[in-house]
């Protein structure tokens, strides 16, 4: 495994695999790995003759300069841990690397970016599509693999894609949980033993959902309203919002139809925002 600094050296070495007739998979994050986005590796192992993961902590996404700071790094665990999964190069820019002296151009997916995550994190949406564009030109991968975690940027990488035609598909793993139900993250780590226990009731909620469903319930304000009076009924969550929207365009919904949609759910516990979600189809 080879870890790579620079934007040119991995575009070069791309532009090689590419002649060569490799099928390149991608696997961006932002480090602090967890089995969440060793799930997306092994995905891309399996896919693809090459897997590059990058590990980039992208300022642009983060509309709090705390929460930039705090954010965990620790490039040489996170290379360990990926030497182990067969990984074959890490992209591991700097920030000048990645947003070089004026640096002025960014990209902006409207619709899908003010709601939801985007209501609380402005302009996080905007430093996404903008980090992925760049490192999608840079490698040009045939696969690139994200988490169903993240549900709106999700939708939002798959708009991009489509709208600016990149020759790259893009492959939504799962979302991997702890034993406890609480969906994998690295703010996991910055909770309380006591929230982190507590925590798992917002999955127990969305599950609720799962099953009032299955049961027929196809009023999106009733499922919304379970969630919200799980959730509340714990002392140390906080939720923010809760939603019932389709699962592509990402607008409300009122009546379930044919359609998957996506229970999306955001709560604080402390300071920490914790997210996640469940989707809903007829085949369930
Ligand atoms: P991040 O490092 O937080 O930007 O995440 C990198 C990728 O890993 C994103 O595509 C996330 O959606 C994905 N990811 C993070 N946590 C999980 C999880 N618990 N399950 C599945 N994918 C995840």
Redesign the pocket.
């Known amino acids: 495994m080879e870890i790579i600094n620079r934007k040119q050296r991995i575009a070069s070495l791309t532009r090689k695999l590419r002649r060569e007739n490799k099928t390149i998979g991608f ?11 060793l ?2 590796v092994k995905e891309a192992r399996q896919m693809c003759d090459v897997v590059i993961v990058s590990i980039f902590v992208n300022p642009t996404q983060f509309n709090d300069k705390t929460d930039l700071d705090k954010y965990p790094r620790d490039l040489a665990g996170d290379a360990a841990l990926l030497a182990e999964f067969q990984v074959d190069y890490v992209f591991a820019p700097d920030e000048r690397e990645i947003y070089g002296e004026n640096f002025s151009t960014f990209v902006y997916v409207e619709n899908l970016t003010e709601t939801l995550e985007g209501a609380s994190r402005p302009g996080h949406f905007r430093g996404v599509a903008t980090v992925v564009t760049i490192l999608f030109n840079t490698i040009r991968p045939d696969f690139a ?6 549900a709106q ?2 939708a939002v990488i798959k708009r991009l894609t489509k709208d600016l035609g990149f020759d790259t598909e893009i492959v939504v ?5 702890e034993e406890s139900g609480l ?4 703010r996991n780590a910055r909770l309380s033993e006591e929230e982190r226990a507590k925590a798992s009731i917002i999955y127990k909620a969305l599950r609720e959902t799962k099953i009032a469903f299955r049961n027929g319930e196809r009023n999106a304000s009733k499922l919304a309203e379970i969630v919200r009076q799980m959730v509340e009924s714990e002392p140390l969550a906080m939720l923010d919002y809760v939603a019932v929207v389709d699962n592509e365009t990402l607008e409300n919904v009122e009546k379930i139809d044919d359609t998957e949609v996506l229970v999306a759910v955001a709560v604080n516990f402390g300071k920490i925002r914790l997210i996640d979600n469940i989707i809903l189809n007829k085949k369930q």
Do not use: C, N, W, Y
């Open positions: 696997v961006p994050t932002m480090g602090a790995l967890h089995e969440g986005h799930s997306l693999f994200f988490g169903q975690k993240d940027q999700v793993h799962p979302i991997v949980r969906a994998m993250s690295s």
